[in-house]
């Protein structure tokens, strides 16, 4: 249980990274809203989860040759979804090409060191504690 709260922090905390970078970044055709902000993140990082393993099995029994885009695909459906709820995140334009790379990037970065690196330390430390 421990696990997967920590793993659903970390998952919440590097969708609130890759969504405040690409608001940043491309500031011109990404708006954040402070007031649906944490609704955004987590309708974000809730898509994200449900839509990343429906998008493999899609791809893996319908069109195989997308298998390396996948985190793309889940991340651009993610942005979609979060977008639907108002004062959360707003896209516009080319931000919809470059949102999804720069969120997957930050996600898939932070994901990897977040629970790669800091969670299996957290456990091992944990582990030699017993």
Do not use: C
Request: charge should be positive; aromatic fraction near 14%.
């Amino acid at each position: 249980m421990i696990r997967f709260l920590l793993t659903l922090a970390a998952n919440l905390v590097t969708a609130a990274v890759a969504l405040l970078l690409a608001g940043l970044l491309l500031g011109e055709w990404v708006t954040l809203h402070l007031a649906g902000f944490f609704v955004a993140v987590v309708v974000f990082a809730i898509a994200q989860a449900i839509l990343a393993p429906f998008v493999f099995n899609m791809a893996r029994k319908y069109a195989s040759a997308m298998l390396g885009g996948i985190g793309i695909v889940s991340t651009f459906l993610a942005l979609w979804v979060a977008t639907l709820f108002p004062d959360g995140i707003g896209i516009r334009g080319v931000g919809w090409i470059l949102a999804p790379f720069v969120v997957w990037i930050v996600t898939a970065l932070g994901g990897w060191i977040l629970i790669g690196v800091v969670l299996k330390r957290y456990f091992a430390n944990r582990g030699a504690a017993k």
